[in-house]
């Protein structure tokens, strides 16, 4: 939810700048980055928005993790993979409802404070969790995944009605 506020923030700003209702020419610029002019507010408060909503914002997000994944669709099946280094197979949970997929799990913290000081913490540990929907209805009871190094490959097979079926046109 806060995230599309953010969106409908940015298309408010975008819509104000662009139907001239902020304009930089009739007054002295009021701080530096006004006066690059109307475009480059907005690029601004893009930027602005994007950093507030950056995963290493130090407690401004408390967003929960989403794996990167990669889905590609053949003619009987479709393939994701998912990058979960450090996951232990124990710890992800695949569940399929109809045509939406969801991947969750948790990155356990494996941290000894004995003796030792940390300079810089960056790897992400804790729950996280992952939903999409398929583009199309697949066979949930034939879903196949397997984990290893690191990488979560699911193939899930698509139901027959939904598999591309090729016409030949007569002449």
Known sequence: MMVSNRFVFLDMMKEIVMTGLL????RAAPAPWFRRGPLS???DMEDLMERFWEE???GWNTRMMAPPLDMCETEKAI???LDLPGVSP???DVQVSGNQLTISGERKEDREEKGETYHRIERRSGRFSRSILL???VQDDKVDAKYQ????????PKTAE??????EIKT
């Open 23 to 26: 304009s930089t020419t009739k």
């Open 149 to 156: 190094d690191g990488v979560l490959k699911i193939t899930l």
């Open 90 to 92: 124990k710890e992800i």
């Open 162 to 167: 939904a598999t591309t079926r090729h016409i």
């Open 79 to 81: 393939s994701l993979r």
């Open 56 to 58: 290493d914002s130090n």
């Open 41 to 43: 507010v907005f690029r």
């Open 135 to 137: 583009p199309c209805e």
